[in-house]
């Protein structure tokens, strides 16, 4: 016996649906795609505890300072890893340092993205994986200094087309006298 049943709940117009993005409803395809959403992408970053490696063994120094010099023994990929809260402790106060250096810097941000992600990926106990994983950091991070230097010399045509190359290539052929 059923003393009152209730009616489901109508759902909502399209005009009355409630969105948790950032932006409004007219940019659907942008709230689809999860622009603007840095709060929930950080929390997903997740830092991997990895054990350290084993340390090699050398019956001699001059063994030891052999590997060394070429290159084959780096005694910092031997020290234990840092934990998480260090990580993001060592991302912050290098963030705040740039900011403090150069606070007009167009590439500060991409700066620091690198930095995290070589810490994020141990880049001193596991060198080759961190610099696979954080190799697009550095090439934008190269660019966008390339295209500050350029902009800064004035050597751009961003202000006008008065600094754009004439020819395709340097053995165009000058099409007046040929």
Not at 54 to 70: D, G, I, L, M, Q
Not at 135 to 142: A, C, H, I, L
Not at 147 to 165: A, H, L, S
Request: net charge negative; glycine share 4%; hydrophobic share 30%.
């Amino acid at each position: 016996m059923v003393l009152c049943e209730e009616a489901p709940a109508p759902a909502p117009a399209a005009s009355e649906s409630v969105s948790k993005s950032p932006f409004p409803e007219g940019f659907e395809f942008a709230n689809v795609l999860g622009i603007g959403k840095q709060e929930e992408q950080e929390e997903k970053e997740v830092i991997q505890p990895i054990e350290p490696n084993k340390k090699p063994y050398f019956s001699t120094n001059w063994e030891r300072s052999v590997a060394y010099h070429y290159g084959l023994y780096m005694p910092e990929m031997y020290f234990q890893p840092k934990t998480a809260d260090e990580i993001k402790a060592t991302v912050a106060k290098y963030a705040e340092t740039v900011h403090q250096d150069a606070p007009k810097d167009a590439c500060k941000y991409l700066q620091i993205e690198e930095f995290r992600c070589l810490h994020t990926n141990h880049f001193e106990t596991q060198p080759q994986v961190a610099s696979k994983k954080c190799m697009k950091w550095w090439d934008e991070m190269q660019k966008c200094q390339w295209d500050q230097v350029k902009f800064n010399n004035g050597t751009t045509y961003i202000e006008g087309p008065q600094m754009r190359r004439r020819r395709a290539y340097i053995f165009y052929p000058d099409f007046k006298y040929a």
